[in-house]
């Protein structure tokens, strides 16, 4: 039971435009959403997050934007410069706290020069 | 500061053979996870660790894995009798407390059942 879902494989965007990663979650008690960043042969990297009580928040050139009814986030990167390609996790956690994170599957993200 | 150390980072071992992986937290970090990504997936949680007890083993997904932690620092992953399905990238993570959403990721170790 996929409970984090990016239905997004891959995405390619033009250099300097606007990245739109989106997330799907079925789990309603989740309580607390995170971002991270994957380079090949690194671990993932915290990129920004979002508590439940909130709809957007913004750190830089990162937005995420959060719909509670239509339980989706959405992460927005401008602009996207080529060292922004890599592979994008969501995540999320539960009520109580971060014993565990449950991750989506990734969108690999491509900035075209 | 440093970061979060895993060795080795690449393992090739035959099936039926038994591996250890190690994980060297962010100093002070009294949290630990344990997690693993097979080829084309997500992040799966295996184990967490608050200080040297486990309280959450539920993600392990056989008798086959386990983990100790020792002193509050580091953690071993061990995988007996290894399967090729055991074949995927062994991520681990501290945070600062459990509590703690951002948690801090090494770079993994790259594990190979032949």
């Known amino acids: 039971d996929q409970q984090v879902k990016q239905n997004s494989p891959s995405l390619s965007v033009q250099e300097g435009r606007i990245s739109i990663l989106n997330c799907d979650y079925t789990?309603?008690?989740?309580?607390?959403f995170l971002w991270y960043k994957k380079y090949p042969a690194e671990g993932p990297t915290f990129l920004i997050s979002i508590s439940s009580i909130k709809d957007k928040n913004e750190d830089g050139r990162f937005t995420v934007f959060l719909n509670k009814s239509a339980k989706h986030l959405s992460l927005h990167i401008v602009p996207s410069p080529p060292g922004d390609s890599a592979v994008y996790f969501c995540a999320a956690s539960g009520v109580r706290g971060a014993q565990k994170l449950v991750f989506g599957q990734g969108t690999r993200l491509t900035i075209n020069p | 500061g440093a970061g979060v150390s895993q060795s080795p980072s690449n393992k090739v071992t035959e099936k039926g053979k038994d591996v250890e992986l190690r994980c060297d937290p962010i100093s002070g970090h009294t949290a630990l996870y344990w997690y693993r990504q097979s080829l084309g997936q997500g992040l799966e949680f295996l184990i967490y660790?608050?200080?040297?007890?486990?309280?959450?083993k539920s993600g392990l997904p056989s008798d086959r894995f386990s983990a100790e932690r020792t002193g509050g620092s580091v953690s071993t992953l061990t995988i007996q009798r290894t399967q090729q399905e055991d074949s995927a990238v062994y991520l681990c993570a501290s945070s600062r407390r459990l509590a703690s959403y951002e948690q801090y990721f090494g770079p993994g170790t790259r594990l190979t059942v032949t």
């Open positions: 789990n309603s008690m989740f309580d607390y």
């Open positions: 660790f608050q200080g040297n007890s486990a309280p959450d």
